[in-house]
């Protein structure tokens, strides 16, 4: 079987959709653990914001006039992410995903790195990332639970704003090495990001609130971390989840103190040059 691949079209966005959500859906109820995308609806949704986005380049693969995958990889910074490759489950196993990767790298072949992050029980897709080049360097887990100590003295927590994005590139650039100034901006126009403050500069961000996926934060110190997720906490009301690269244990066990629970475990892969973060942070799928 020889597939096509083509680009994604925005009439693509409910067949891709429904192929995620079933593609998800497999591989984490065969291994006990909850979808990521609750619904078709859901993803259709997912599916239609990829393939609208400027900065998100997407690939389709195609067998007798059927979609049968998809493949998206954010180019708006520096540091090019795949941010979802689903395959039709009946079609899994028969090299569709390494040409819908192939296209995406091929598509990415002037970035000085390409980053992903993987379900770590995929026992399928980290396999062929690894074929392709792509090196573990971070062991994540999905924590998701609201702080039982509440906020923290000294710090002011607030809505992140436009007005925050060239602070928050200074820290990101000091913290992680490089920035993701394009995908913070997507975020202030789609989601629910958030600052902390400590003598009125911004020592901490993160970038939604409620939704992991979109998830991404930095910060300098482990205590601007603690304050920025205790105190999102506080002003939504809600649970805060994301990825957290548990080598940073203290702040692992922290989590873990303040009633934070495991979901399931990932991994974040990179291909190419890769800076090893100097402070406290946590990717988004896309980071």
């Known amino acids: 079987m020889v597939p096509h691949i083509r680009p994604a079209m925005e009439a693509d966005a409910n067949e891709v959709g429904r192929i995620m959500h079933d593609a998800f859906r497999g591989v984490a109820e065969a291994h006990g653990f909850h979808p990521d995308l609750e619904s078709v609806e859901e993803a259709a949704n997912v599916a239609a914001m990829f393939i609208a986005s400027p900065t ?19 180019e708006g910074d520096p540091v090019r992410t795949v941010v979802t490759l689903t395959i039709e489950p009946r079609f899994q196993g028969r090299g569709v995903g390494r040409m819908l990767m192939e296209a995406v790298l091929e598509r990415a072949r002037s970035a000085a790195s390409v980053r992903l992050v993987a379900d770590a029980f ?52 000091k913290v992680y090495g490089t920035v993701r100034t394009s995908e913070l901006q997507d975020a202030v126009k789609l989601f629910k990001p958030f600052v902390a403050e400590k003598d009125r500069k911004i020592c901490a961000y993160l970038s939604s609130a409620g939704l992991w996926l979109a998830n991404h934060g930095i910060a300098e110190t482990e205590a601007d971390m603690r304050a920025l997720i205790a105190g999102t906490s506080a002003l939504t ?49 896309s980071y």
């Open 56 to 74: 998100i380049f997407g690939v389709v693969a195609e067998h007798d006039g059927q979609i049968i995958g998809s493949n998206f990889l954010a």
């Open 122 to 173: 995929n026992i399928r897709s980290v396999p062929l990332y690894a074929s392709m080049g792509f090196e573990v360097k971070e062991p994540l887990l999905l924590m998701r639970g609201t702080p039982q100590s509440g906020t923290s003295s000294g710090y002011v927590t607030r809505p992140l704003s436009a007005d925050d994005v060239a602070a928050c590139e200074k820290l990101a650039k």
């Open 237 to 285: 009301g809600e649970p805060i989840s994301f990825l957290l690269p548990v080598r940073q244990a203290s702040l692992f066990q922290w989590c873990i103190c303040e009633g934070f629970r495991v979901v399931k475990p990932m991994l974040l892969m990179s291909k190419g040059e890769y800076v090893e973060p100097n402070g406290v942070w946590f990717p988004s799928v």
